[in-house]
């Protein structure tokens, strides 16, 4: 077990933990569906529950992409699921005042993948003291993610964690080497796949990531298998309407029974 946050153990817990949500904050009502939901199934299956939701999204290709309601009414909505649903949080952050800003409202703060080598940002997660989940860049060996949970532990903050979401395979798809996961658990970090980013398929013609939900469960189901402490799932009641990643989310009608698979086979490995 981590420090404060019950919710997020290393792999020799008696689950996998769960980070799971919308990838934005759509609105109060979309929110707290997907995470009474999510609770419900989680409470059910006694799986350790993490609500996920970006309070903006800064990583868009084109400019008239959805971006967010506003940055403090995301994160303040965030922060009312996570203490009315009595919930662990986690956003994603961008920059040095994003840090300093998200660490008022959340529990972790998630560095996306593409920003895991600035320095700056991960010394400023480092210093508020919250959890920092670090997703290992596209273009990075899992070997390399050891300096990056260096700089966070510069800070004096221990709170660290790494997230596996693919590495790039040309222009327009990714690919999951299960090797990185009990690499990067070497850093003595619990480590979460990212099941629906590492399904993503960017860099389309038309500006709107493209992805693969439906090996999703293929991809998770390896992840547990092979040890992962975590795992992340986006997830909607209406993918195909969602303001962002709709494609490669899970159907939230589907998430119990992908849970439920993976609760069977944590069992059997262990």
């Known amino acids: 077990m981590i420090n404060n946050i019950p919710n997020i153990k290393h792999a020799d817990g008696n689950n996998f933990f769960l980070l799971a949500g919308p990838c934005v904050v ?8 997907i ?6 199934i989680t409470d059910k299956l006694a799986i350790p529950y993490v609500f996920k939701a970006s309070f903006k999204k800064a990583n868009r290709s084109r400019i008239d992409s959805f ?42 703060l998630q ?35 050891k300096f990056a949970v260096d700089k966070v532990r510069s800070t004096g903050n ?23 996961i009990p690499e990067m658990q ?20 038309s500006g709107v990531t493209g992805g693969r939900p439906d090996l999703i469960a293929t991809i998770a189901k390896a992840g547990i298998a092979v040890g992962a402490d ?5 997830t909607h009641p209406d993918p195909a309407n969602a303001k ?9 009608d589907h998430l119990e029974n992908l849970l439920t698979e993976l609760v069977t086979i944590r069992k059997a490995i262990r």
């Open 26 to 33: 759509e609105g109060e009502e979309i929110v707290f569906h």
């Open 35 to 40: 995470a009474n939901k999510v609770k419900a």
């Open 158 to 180: 221990e709170n660290v964690l790494l997230t596996e979401r693919g590495t790039m395979f040309g222009y327009q798809d990714l690919i999951v080497d299960y090797r990185s």
């Open 244 to 252: 962002s990643d709709g494609a490669n989310m899970l159907h939230l």
């Open 230 to 234: 975590g795992i992340f799932v986006e």
């Open 67 to 108: 971006t967010g309601i506003g940055d403090e009414v995301a994160l303040k909505l965030i922060q009312k699921v996570g203490r009315e649903l009595n919930l662990p949080t986690v956003t994603d952050i961008h920059t040095e005042a994003d840090a300093f800003l998200a660490a008022q409202y959340v529990d972790v």
């Open 186 to 205: 070497k850093n003595k970090v619990p480590v979460i796949l990212d099941i629906t980013h590492s399904l993503q398929q960017p860099n389309q013609s």
């Open 111 to 145: 560095i996306p993948a593409f920003l895991c080598r600035q320095t700056d940002l991960l010394v400023a997660a480092g210093k508020t003291g919250k959890f920092v989940n670090i997703k290992k860049g596209q273009f990075l060996s899992a070997e390399s993610m």
